[in-house]
């Protein structure tokens, strides 16, 4: 290959070149090392400034005692060690009570979430595999939750499960009689449910698009192959496409698992600032914690120990999976 | 035995059983009705009288008006949100896509030392909890402004400046693999004629991949255009979006349900029919990068 700098006058005086500033002139193998480098500084600085160094700076804030008074200037909050700690993982005091509660409820809402998206998203999708009429108008109108920004939607939501004049309550109660009295949706314990429908009905169709995208590259041979070894279609289905998309289910779940259980859009969007007991979801608890009683210390090292969480089910997610990924192929 | 459907079913040879026809049937119908009944009433409550939407829910409309679509921008000041989130998202979305590209072009393209660091270090960011960085962010901006005077906190700038990484460790993932997937011949061929390595890039490369950007455009703007809880801490009066502006309408007296359709509509048609446009390209930008 010959060097670029050689080259440079005659690719500039190409006719119809788009006219650019040439970077400043440096030797041909310095430049080529650093440029990977140089392309890559943005994105690099960007991830340091919002991401890396606030979550160091979070943590750091997680071992003071960093109430309102602090605020303007955070250095000089005075340490307090793990009292931060202590408080949050306290599980007979108020705030450490009031956590775990948290957190046992966004476990299982995520469980429940993530498992129904999945399936649904997966069923949509192999139903969709083969041609037939109306699929591409079917197609756009599965993805339509997922290209509504949340707040639209989760506000929609809102009205369809109004007490009064909710479309919700207007066909369990007035037309189907499955109720005594019209109930209550947004608070209580039915908020439980009522958060599930929205965020299954918010987040299959990122299910759905995935797996197509994964059922595209399965070679069209091996269904062939399977037909003519007299394989039927639910065999099929069971014997190629499910294991095919394994690896593509390997990651979807896992990104599913993380959004839903970070998730604070749909709950803020749902319930307001003050979640219900049943539906307090971990990021909205923390949120609480910190912003309306303005005690970010005990805010941080609650997110801190949700961090250090879904580290730990990560690694172990993909620790099993890999393994049993590895052993399958073997 | 061959099928005398004009177009070969892309899976089997065979027909599909009855039994499979008929759970596709049912199962196609019942998710259409679950996608569609909100779509529905987001659609039909925004025509609606006021009193249709106070009192019991119905079905279908006593009458039908366009008032809700006229009140939307003097109840609240929706248009300055409006203006607020274009100019934040379409910012996020132009620097993040620009970011991306450099980026993905040197995973895919160079060998560098700390490559595979940067590359995981980048996807991980994506499981932390924003929660965990919100508090920090916020008091790293407010400090910033106190110390330099550059208003991060409460400003556009800072939120363009967040939402751009929210939106880059998937951009740059799924750029890696639609630009490894651009054949390598067509760029060294750029080089041996005289481009130089951004030459070959925004000659060849990003020409090639132009799917791929798309797609990551409509990702990035949808990111922007819907998130909430930053938005909720880091804007004031002026620069509030319409992810908090939105619920300025049930936090009146009234709660104009037909308003509040009215204006979700509003906003969301842009996003909605811009992602069903493109969507062909997300699909194919998923199936080249991501999903291998």
């Known amino acids: ?330 | 035995m061959r099928s005398p459907a004009p177009t070969p079913p892309r899976t089997s040879p065979m027909a599909p059983p009855v039994s499979f026809l008929w759970t596709r049937r049912i199962l196609l119908t019942l998710l259409a009705g679950f996608v569609l009944v909100p779509v529905y009433v987001m659609v039909s409550s925004s025509l609606k009288p006021l009193a249709d939407v106070s009192g019991k829910f119905r079905w279908l409309p006593s009458g039908l008006t366009v008032r809700p679509y006229l009140d939307i921008w003097s109840t609240v000041p929706l248009a300055r949100y409006f203006a607020n989130s274009l100019i934040v998202a379409g910012a996020a979305t132009a620097c993040s896509v620009v970011v991306a590209v450099f980026a993905a072009y040197a995973v895919s393209r160079h060998r560098f030392r700390g490559k595979r660091v940067f590359t995981v270090t980048v996807l991980s960011t994506q499981m932390f909890p924003g929660i965990l960085f919100l508090l920090p962010l916020f008091l790293l901006y407010v400090n910033i402004g106190n110390a330099t005077g550059i208003a991060l906190f409460g400003s556009r700038g800072g939120l363009i400046l967040t939402y751009l990484t929210f939106s880059l460790p998937f951009s740059i993932w799924m750029l890696i693999g639609y630009f490894d997937s651009v054949p390598r011949d067509l760029d060294e061929a750029a080089l041996v004629d005289g481009c130089g390595p951004l030459g070959a890039l925004f000659r060849v490369v990003v020409p090639a991949a132009i799917p791929g950007i798309v797609a990551v455009a409509v990702y990035a703007f949808m990111t922007a255009w819907g998130e909430v809880l930053f938005a909720s801490v880091m804007t004031d009066d002026t620069t509030r979006t319409l992810a908090v502006g939105l619920q300025g309408y049930s936090t009146l007296n009234d709660v104009y349900w037909n308003q509040i359709m009215a204006a979700s509509l509003v906003v969301s048609v842009p996003v909605v029919a811009g992602f069903l446009l493109l969507q062909r390209y997300l699909v194919a930008g998923l199936t080249a990068g991501a999903v291998k």
């Open chain 1, 1 to 330: 290959m010959t060097t670029t700098t050689a080259e440079r006058p005659v690719g500039r005086s190409t006719p119809g070149a788009a006219p650019r500033g040439t970077p400043r002139r440096r030797p041909g193998r310095l430049r080529r090392a650093g440029l990977p480098y140089l392309l890559l500084l943005p994105a690099l600085v960007l991830e340091l400034l919002v991401h890396l160094v606030p979550m160091v700076i979070g943590i750091v804030m997680s071992f003071k005692e960093l109430t309102q008074f602090y605020i303007r200037d955070w250095g000089t909050a005075p340490w307090s060690g793990f009292d931060n700690y202590r408080m949050s993982v306290d599980f007979d005091a108020p705030v450490g009570e009031a956590l775990l509660h948290s957190f046992l409820v966004t476990v299982a809402f995520t469980l429940l979430s993530v498992g129904l998206c999945w399936l649904v998203g997966t069923a949509a999708a192999i139903c969709m595999q083969d041609t037939f009429r109306g699929r591409g108008p079917l197609r756009a109108l599965f993805l339509v939750p997922y290209a509504l920004p949340v707040y639209a939607a989760v506000i929609t939501w809102v009205f369809m499960f109004q007490r009064d004049n909710g479309l919700v309550n207007h066909v369990l109660h007035d037309q189907l009689h499955l109720t005594d009295q019209p109930s209550f949706w947004l608070i209580g314990d039915n908020s439980f449910w009522a958060l599930l429908t929205v965020s299954v009905w918010k987040g299959w169709p990122f299910a759905f698009l995935i797996v197509m995208a994964g059922l595209q590259n399965i070679p069209r041979e091996l269904y062939e192959a399977a037909a003519l070894d007299g394989a039927g279609m639910w065999q099929q289905i069971r014997r190629i496409t499910l294991p095919s998309l394994r690896p593509v289910n390997q990651v979807l779940v896992l990104v599913l698992f993380l959004w839903t259980f970070n998730d604070f859009n749909t709950p803020y969007v749902l319930f307001g600032r003050a979640a219900p007991q049943a539906a307090d979801l971990i990021s909205v608890h923390i949120y609480q914690a910190s912003f309306v009683t303005w005690n970010f210390g005990t805010g941080s090292a609650m997110s801190v120990l949700l961090l250090l969480f879904l580290l730990v089910v990560t690694g172990v997610y993909l620790a099993v999976t890999s393994r049993g990924r590895r052993s399958a192929d073997a």
